[in-house]
């Protein structure tokens, strides 16, 4: 059931679909509006607990044109019921036969879609670690390095490429194991490969602090009016030469804002949402003290309030 405006009735009224014929008809003349609609939704429901092995889908998944098929190839199923001897049947050697060659590249599309996901990182980001991964497969030289720290890393230059970078903590956290250690090594490593590849450097792309503020903030729960302040602050930041990396000049700006409101948050809480240590907070709080006035808004503080911060 629906509205849509009907030509005899010269109104919008109600209408009926007709799932059978694809008609959609008017509930109060009959005439049909429209004819031989076509049914764009699924033609079940899948209750993946209960479908076992038995998956109605009818269509694989969308052409990959980085393997070498298209990601189109044929796989030849067990039958229902068969035992371990499907194996050794002349389907299951044809099977083996022509296993996949890029089985090695899928497993690691899925981990890098996985790690993808629960980053909560966009498509175009994840397309370009796997396009990353790629290159650097085909030349080969890959072969006994940690392939976690390697998948890590692959997300890691993405993040940077795309404008929406992440840090080493964040991406050590999805990495299943790898170190901060090791993801760097394998992110040296990659550069170093692209570069001989394209004969030129890797352009990875600038870290600005005000890159992880919002979602810094958003960790920390703060009200609109605190993240819009300190979003501001971070970029007046940039004007003075504050020899800090982006997420510590972050973090202390984002420590500075919230001991000016009334939802002050302590160092620690602070530190476990941007992953800085609170020594490093304090250091940068201490190095962008003498700056406070320039760098927070005036419609966010007064002087004297500036001027009760507790010196570093």
């Not at 090791?182 to 890159?211: C, F, P």
Request: proline residues 4%.
């Amino acid at each position: 059931m629906g509205d849509a405006f009907c030509s005899d009735c010269k109104r919008q009224t109600e209408v009926v679909f007709d799932h059978s014929a694809g008609d959609t008809v008017c509930s109060e003349c009959g005439l049909v509006l429209e004819s031989h609609s076509i049914d764009e939704t699924s033609e079940w429901r899948t209750f993946a607990n209960e479908s076992g092995d038995n998956d109605p889908v009818r269509v694989g998944g969308p052409t990959n044109p980085l393997l070498a098929d298209g990601g189109l190839s044929t796989v030849i199923a067990k039958p229902n019921g068969a035992s371990g001897e499907f194996l050794s049947s002349s389907l299951g050697r044809w099977q083996n036969r022509g296993s996949n060659p890029d089985r090695g590249l899928i497993l690691a599309f899925k981990t890098i879609a996985t790690m993808s996901d629960r980053l909560g990182l966009v498509a175009t980001i994840k397309d370009r670690a796997n396009e990353i991964y790629k290159k650097v497969e085909d030349q080969k030289s890959s072969r006994g390095r940690n392939q976690d720290a390697l998948l890590a890393a692959c997300l890691y230059i993405a993040c940077r490429q795309e404008d929406k970078p992440r840090t080493v903590k964040e991406i050590c956290s999805v990495a299943n194991g790898a170190t901060k250690k090791e993801i760097g090594r394998a992110k040296e490593y990659i550069v170093k490969q692209l570069g001989l590849e394209t004969g030129q450097s890797v352009e990875m792309g600038t870290i600005h602090a005000g890159d992880f503020m919002r979602r810094f903030c958003s960790n920390l729960g703060m009200t609109n009016q605190t993240v819009k302040a300190a979003q501001e602050a971070v970029k007046k930041s940039e004007e003075f030469d504050i020899r800090r990396s982006p997420i510590s000049i972050a973090a202390a700006v984002i420590y500075i804002i919230t001991q000016l409101s009334d939802e002050k948050k302590p160092l620690r809480d602070i530190s476990l949402a941007t992953g800085v240590a609170e020594g490093t907070i304090r250091n940068s709080y201490k190095d962008l003290y003498p700056h406070v006035s320039k760098i927070i808004p005036s419609w966010y503080a007064k002087e004297e309030d500036l001027r009760n911060l507790c010196s570093p």
